[in-house]
């Protein structure tokens, strides 16, 4: 596969997000849709919540942080940020569960949600890992474009060398240098045989090369 066949891929990489982030975006309302008869609007807008968490946390790392401090080796400065967004999100999880709540209806009463205090730190505790799995991988993906890229580009700095090369060989042989070649092998011919025969190797060798 060549450095020009491997570019005409780059194009898909918005529509894999795209397909990624729409199919964790309506997951959650066909869970709900398959055990309920209705699908109540307030409990879809909650559960979108932590999503739109996690693909700001994504794109945070794959845009802004990864290439601004990972690429730098500024890892104390990249885990730190991303610890404190993470803890951001949390609080931006929790405000967009209590919006959620406010929105039931009279008729809709807002489910219990009183807990221990244990389960509620494991629980923010969990989200808080969540979100720095989505940092990762981030991170990975980023990544790996970059090592992509740098492989691409070391591809297309060795096709120019190999072409550069063979324009070079292209330029030897031309017939005004076989035919000095094979005047100088005539000539060897009449009073050194044996250095006529090593001209003539030399030059099936160059001729085999190109």
Known sequence: MTPRTLHKHSPRE?????????????????LIGSGHERTDQCVVF???????AMAMVFYLNYVWLVPKLL???????YAFVNAGFCLCMLCFTNFWFKVGDACFQPGHPAPQREMEIW??????????VMFGLIAGLAAVIRMSKK?????????????????????????????HFLLNTLNNIYALIAFDADKAQQAVQDLSRLLRHL
């Open 14 to 30: 918005p529509f894999i997000h795209l397909c990624a982030w729409l199919f964790l975006f309506c997951l959650p309302p066909m």
């Open 71 to 77: 690429f730098k080796k500024r890892y104390k400065t």
């Open 119 to 128: 389960r509620v730190v494991v629980f923010q505790l969990r989200d808080f």
């Open 147 to 175: 090592w992509h890229e740098a492989e691409l580009g070391r591809q297309k700095a060795e096709m120019r060398h190999i072409e550069a090369e063979l324009k070079n060989l292209h330029n030897q042989i031309n017939p």
């Open 46 to 52: 909650r559960m979108m919540g932590p999503p739109l």
